[in-house]
């Protein structure tokens, strides 16, 4: 994260998925339940708290201790498998960008879905109330850079492969406020 030319310019561009997938899942596994607790507490977030309504008191009581530890076991694989697609369909929609401007010259869907994986290290701080908004365009600037490193991209091609996606958050933040 501190060094993002030097980092992806290291990486082998062709190489397995495991790594970076393994690394993307760890991150969103930290970062979403985070997030998803402090939610409440962050003033430009959405309005009603939590993402979920609350669990009544003495729920876990109530259901059994096995049935409770089932449930939370279920979404706990839900929310994995959900995890697991969306960084396989983030990066999709990323090389699809990146097959659009690139000019034909790309490193191929390898190279994107590293640079999409290892652009997730931003998403260790996005859970953060007010600064996980700087975090997470911290994040886009990384897929940039990894774009622009992994595929050889000139900067104003793979700014305009990223650009889809900043637009995409910045209405998303627009529309918080």
């Not at 096995?66 to 979404?75: K, M």
Request: net charge positive; hydrophobic share 55%; glycine share 10%.
């Amino acid at each position: 994260m501190v060094r993002p030319k030097s980092y992806f310019r290291s990486i082998d561009q062709r190489g397995g998925f495991a790594a970076p997938l393994v690394f993307a899942l760890v991150c969103s596994a930290i970062s979403a339940p985070l997030g998803a607790l402090l939610a409440p507490y962050d003033p430009l977030g959405p309005r009603g708290g939590a993402l979920a309504p609350e669990i009544p008191a003495g729920w876990f009581a109530e259901t059994g201790a096995v049935a409770g530890a089932l449930l939370v076991l279920f979404v706990a694989l839900v929310v994995l498998l959900l995890l697991l697609l969306g960084i396989y369909v983030g990066a999709g929609i990323c090389h699809l960008l990146v097959l659009l401007f690139a000019g034909g010259r790309h490193a191929g869907f390898n190279a994107t879905f590293k640079a999409y994986a290892y652009s997730s290290a931003a998403s260790l701080l996005s859970w953060v109330p007010v600064a996980g908004y700087a975090a997470s365009l911290y994040g886009l600037y990384l897929l940039f850079t990894g774009l622009r490193e992994l595929h050889g991209m000139p900067p104003p091609r793979a700014l305009l492969a990223v650009a889809p996606l900043a637009a995409l958050q910045l209405s998303s933040l627009a529309a918080l406020l």
